[in-house]
């Protein structure tokens, strides 16, 4: 069936520093990708997406690009702030359903 | 964009009673939606697949009697908890798929029980 594996966390950073969050999948077919924040206590927010291979997804500074040829999704962000300490989901979707990775802790200190 | 609602946000209950959660789709059929389970600092895990119009599809190890869901309309799918024990406590969001199969989470519903 379908996995996400992501970047075991929690990842602490300093403001401004530069963000990785690794992303690999499992998928039968060409599923879309998709990275979701969670701030604590709230539901999921998309935070940006792929639909085919080499599309490069973006928002608010976080950028993923859908490689093929390496079934990765993985997410950056060239300088964080403290607003973004979150929790990181990559999910691919396939027909409507999807498959979440594990989820990575983001703290970003001042 | 597209608006998943979810109500109620937050609930408690007692032990041994049932706990009804709606799942609505704002501005578009849903011909599908889906639930899933998050445990405090854990992944989504998909529960089921609601169909409308036919009997939801549950994934491996979830008890269909324990979580009776029903697709009402195109546009509500709701899930309940019966006989609800502290270990059904969980943080249970829905989604729905648009005709372009982009999905839509709702906000999620944090359901307590003592």
């Known amino acids: 069936g379908d996995s996400v594996t992501q970047m075991e966390g929690p990842v602490t950073l300093s403001e401004e520093a530069f963000l990785t969050i690794n992303c690999t999948y499992t998928?039968?077919?060409?599923?879309?990708l998709f990275w979701y924040v969670q701030y604590p206590g709230e539901g999921l927010q998309l935070l940006l997406k792929a639909t085919k291979a080499d599309d490069k997804g973006s928002n608010k500074g976080f950028e993923a690009t859908y490689r093929k040829e390496t079934t990765s999704f993985h997410l950056e962000k060239g300088s964080v702030q403290v607003s973004d300490s979150a929790v990181y989901f990559c999910a691919l979707s396939g027909a409507g359903k999807s498959t979440f990775g594990d989820g990575t802790t983001l703290t970003v200190k001042p | 964009g597209a608006v998943v609602s979810q109500h109620p946000s937050w609930v408690i209950c007692k032990s041994g009673t049932s706990v009804k959660i709606e799942c609505r789709s704002l501005?578009?059929?849903?011909?599908?939606m889906f639930w899933y389970r998050q445990f405090p600092k854990q992944s989504l895990m998909l529960m089921a697949t609601s169909n409308e119009g036919s009997k939801a599809t549950y994934e491996q190890g979830v008890e269909k009697d324990k979580f009776l869901i029903n697709h009402a309309s195109l546009t509500l799918s709701t899930l309940t908890v019966t006989s609800a024990h502290p270990e059904d406590s969980s943080f249970y969001i829905c989604?729905?798929?648009?005709?372009?199969?982009?999905?839509?989470f709702g906000p999620g519903t944090r359901l307590t029980v003592t």
């Open positions: 989604s729905a798929p648009d005709r372009t199969y982009e999905q839509y």
């Open positions: 998928a039968t077919g060409y599923p879309s």
């Open positions: 501005d578009f059929q849903a011909t599908t």
